[in-house]
């Protein structure tokens, strides 16, 4: 069974410019959640997705938005990109929202974000 | 306060000995517990998820919960060079509106061969 994919695995903006990265999901998870990790700050959540819809957001600004179509692959976009945006970028499945027993979330390799 | 805390360590410890990570938590009615373990370089991996006080075990893996003190561990038993990794412990808050895994800074396990 194929795991968390994203893409790109690596990328390199510059200021001001803007970003989309890719998440497709583990087949039948139908939740996908998006983490943004630092070295300063840790593991940080963005948002989560289930059934096309936005379920939860983190405390993150307007720049970081995201989506999920109705295969449950799902995509963030980061607009107008500040250098403090450089970091590593999650996504983690799930077969549904809500964590227990057997419904666990797991990771994918993540995008790597460089902001010149 | 933080949501989740854990000591950043770095915590070393000899091969074959017991390592001892902890981690405290702020919501007293959060319900689930997980530690991943990341290697550098890596994304988090699920290594055990406790829900209910006391000990779970999974081979040299025993997380151990604590509700009443708001503590979670996890004990590696035997520890191997293998298991240098940062161990982040994850908590679901109940209070409030957003049920994601909030996660602690991590503590970063040396096992010196």
């Known amino acids: 069974k194929a795991g968390v994919t994203q893409t790109p695995r690596y990328l390199i903006k510059t200021r001001g410019q803007q970003v989309t990265l890719s998440c497709s999901p583990i087949?039948?998870?139908?939740?996908v959640s998006w983490y943004q990790q630092t070295p300063g700050q840790g593991l940080q959540f963005l948002f989560e997705?289930?059934?096309?819809?936005?379920?939860n957001k983190g405390n993150f600004p307007g720049r970081f938005s995201g989506r999920q179509f109705s295969n449950s692959r799902s995509e963030m976009n980061v607009s107008t990109l500040e250098l403090g945006d450089s970091a590593l970028y999650l996504c983690?499945?799930?077969?549904?929202?809500?964590?227990?027993?057997?419904?666990?979330?797991?990771f994918g390799a993540g995008s790597r974000l460089t902001v010149l | 306060q933080k949501e989740v805390e854990q000591n950043s360590g770095p915590l070393s410890v000899p091969e074959g000995a017991i390592a001892s990570l902890n981690c405290t938590y702020s919501?007293?009615?959060?319900?689930?517990f997980f530690w991943y373990r990341q290697y550098s370089g890596k994304s988090p991996e699920l290594i055990m998820s406790?829900?209910?006080?006391g000990d779970k075990e999974d081979g040299r893996f025993t997380a151990q919960l604590n509700k009443a003190s708001q503590y979670v561990s996890l004990l590696i038993r035997d520890s191997q060079p293998s298991d240098s990794a940062t161990y982040l412990c994850?908590?679901?808050?109940?209070?409030?509106?957003?049920?994601?895994?909030?996660f602690g800074s991590g503590t970063q396990l040396t096992v010196l061969p």
């Open positions: 983690a499945s799930s077969q549904q929202p809500n964590l227990s027993g057997a419904n666990v979330l797991t």
């Open positions: 087949s039948g998870h139908r939740s």
């Open positions: 997705y289930f059934s096309e819809t936005q379920r």
């Open positions: 919501d007293r009615v959060s319900q689930s």
């Open positions: 406790i829900y209910s006080n």
């Open positions: 994850a908590v679901i808050p109940v209070s409030g509106s957003a049920r994601q895994l909030t």
